[in-house]
Nanobody
Framework: QVQLLESGGGLVQTGDSLRLSCAASGITFTRYGMGWFRQAPGKEREFVAGISWSAGSKTHYADSVKGRFTISRDNAKNTVYLQMNILKPEDTAVYYC?????????????????WGQGTQVTVSS
């Protein structure tokens, strides 16, 4: 049974930082590119960041988070992280991690086969 379990969300203030984690089980983690997506109320789900399979040598970011967010993976822990700095109210959303077999970590959401349940991030002004 495949499970992606996100954690680390919460309520923070503008300018604060958070680190999201996504622990994977039931898959051979190194074979999967991993992505973070988010969905704000009333908006469509959007790509945030992605990292390629295996060593994670490739990363991709949405323009809105470049320079503020960093995605990384720890294959020994089957976990992908999203370090979020200089948070803004517009970053408020439910954040989901997703897994794409042999993926390059790009933003095509229909390539991601497995999805987590999401973790809420709220940034107050």
């Amino acid at each position: 049974q495949v499970q992606l379990l996100e954690s680390g969300g919460g309520l923070v203030q503008t300018g604060d930082s958070l680190r999201l984690s996504c622990a994977a089980s039931g898959i051979t983690f190194t074979r999967y590119g991993m992505g973070w997506f988010r969905q704000a109320p009333g908006k469509e789900r959007e790509f945030v960041a992605g990292i390629s399979w295996s060593a994670g040598s490739k990363t991709h970011y949405a323009d809105s988070v470049k320079g503020r967010f960093t995605i990384s993976r720890d294959n020994a822990k089957n976990t992908v992280y999203l370090q979020m700095n200089i948070l803004k109210p517009e970053d408020t959303a439910v954040y989901y991690c997703a897994a794409d077999m042999y993926g390059q970590g790009d933003g095509e959401s229909n390539e991601y086969k497995y999805w987590g349940q999401g973790t809420q991030v709220t940034v107050s002004s």
